[in-house]
């Protein structure tokens, strides 16, 4: 079955950095999008990157534009995501997420890992 | 602040039908698909629905959803104490060209 494991969160100084890693398994994982959504502490859920099959497309929101990063390796099936300039609204439960196609440009998770949390302070 | 309003709380009893909203806007509901999750305590969030009305196997068929303009709804009839969790919904935003979900509703089966 489909299994997504991230790894890598932890407690980080604001302005710091910190990357993230996501294992997946049960699935041809060249085949699909991959992406990292996170929800604040109190807070809704927020889209905070997407990587295409072959790693060559990326995307991000504003929010983080600039500061993270997201890679993929097929052979390895791993999904990474660098988070550097961490700011403390950066604190949040971060989930690795399988993306399928829904029409035009969209891509929307069907499969989500457990997450990991990252706390960015002092 | 949601780019997808839902209520942040809803509640039943078990055997009742209970419906959660989710409101847009021209952008993301009026022009596409929506999605639901469930999210229950400790695990990862689960697809429930997609492309409005649709299940996956191995999703009951008391979850179902529907799409007028830009709301949404998901109803859950014949509830069960294993219903409760958090659910979300989601859909692409041409305007902001990424994915945007609501806030969450907490489902309470009392």
């Known amino acids: 079955q489909v299994q997504l494991v991230e790894s890598g969160g932890g407690l980080v100084k604001p302005g710091g950095s910190l990357r993230l890693s996501c294992a997946a398994s049960?699935?041809?994982?060249?085949?699909?999008?991959m992406g990292w959504i996170r929800q604040a502490p109190g807070k809704g859920l927020e889209w905070v990157s997407y990587?295409?099959?072959?790693?060559?497309?990326?995307d991000y929101p504003d929010s983080v534009k600039g500061r993270f990063t997201i890679f993929r390796d097929n052979a390895k099936k791993s999904v990474d995501l660098q988070m550097d300039s961490l700011r403390g609204e950066d604190t949040a439960v971060y989930y690795c997420?399988?993306?399928?196609?829904?029409?035009?440009?969209?891509?929307?998770?069907?499969?989500w890992g457990r997450g990991t949390l990252v706390t960015v302070s002092s | 602040q949601s780019v997808l309003t839902q209520p942040p709380s809803a509640s039943g009893t078990p055997g009742q039908r209970v419906t959660i909203s989710c409101s847009g806007g021209?952008?993301?509901?009026?022009?596409?698909?929506v999605y639901w999750y469930q999210r229950l305590p400790g695990m990862a969030p689960k697809l429930l629905i997609y492309?409005?009305?649709e299940r996956p196997s191995g999703v009951p068929d008391r979850f179902s959803g529907s799409k007028s303009g830009t709301s949404a709804s998901l109803a859950i009839s014949g509830l069960r104490s294993e219903d409760e969790a958090d659910y979300y919904c989601?859909?692409?935003?041409?305007?902001?060209?990424?994915?945007?979900f609501g806030g969450g509703t907490k489902l309470t089966v009392l």
């Open positions: 997420a399988r993306a399928v196609y829904c029409g035009g440009k969209c891509y929307l998770p069907d499969f």
């Open positions: 049960g699935f041809t994982f060249i085949d699909y999008y």
């Open positions: 990587v295409g099959n072959s790693g060559s497309y990326t």
């Open positions: 021209t952008s993301n509901l009026g022009i596409n698909y």
């Open positions: 492309r409005n009305n």
């Open positions: 989601a859909a692409w935003d041409a305007s902001l060209s990424g994915p945007v």
